[in-house]
């Protein structure tokens, strides 16, 4: 439903087609599989509030959802949610990764071979190529802004655009703004479910992309069991 009340899509005991519908300034993809399955997705930025309403015919329908606000709100999604210490303040963003420090760090360690390819590739939850757009220190981790680019392997959904954190500031892996790579990194909930989280192991698989490397990285695939559809 749009701000000024009217229903764009399902409203009035209707049933709306699934496709494109424009609406507060921005594309609705609306889909529904042939299980009952719904989904909206739409690119933004939105020019009005939309309200999002839903007739429960059965319990927990399992409703998820996720969305990007703009960075000066400092608003975040399930994925994106920043952790503090009490007292501190936002985190500065950081152009990069800060330099490594021999002393506390040492080099990085990068997997390497045929070996070590396929193990990372099956224990991993998702593995998929991604432009870096942007990297943050948060506290003691490194948050990096991907545009998700090719998808080979997730047991979770992914979307076009994620945050994935490494659970250290050392810099490892290395992983230059605007570069593409080939991630594998497994999903993090903590107890309490109230972080959902991509994490890359400082040590973790994050090759600089090519086609050589996406030929390989498919190879690997066949050693593995099939990811959910």
Known sequence: ????????????WSIAWPGAYEVAGTRLLYARAADGTESLEAPGP?????HVMVLLQEPNPRIEYEFWAPRQHGASALRQRQPQPRGAGSPQPSPGPP??????????????????????FCQSDFVFQARIVATQLVGQETRHEVRV????????????????????????????RG????????????????????VLRADGYARPWSVHEERRVREAARHCGPSPP
Not at 46 to 50: P, V
Not at 99 to 120: E, F, V
């Open 179 to 198: 570069r593409r790579y080939v991630l594998m990194a497994q999903r993090h909930v903590n107890r309490e479910h109230t972080l959902n989280r991509i």
């Open 1 to 12: 439903m749009s701000s000024d009340q009217r229903y764009v899509l399902n409203g009035d």
């Open 46 to 50: 939105t020019a009005e509030e939309l």
């Open 99 to 120: 330099p490594l420090s021999p002393r506390h760090c040492g080099k990085c360690r990068t997997p390497k071979g045929h070996s070590q390819r396929i193990h990372h």
């Open 149 to 176: 680019l090719t998808r080979y392997r997730r047991h979770f959904p992914l979307l076009p655009r994620e945050y994935v954190w490494v659970p250290s500031t050392c810099g490892c892996p290395r992983l230059q």
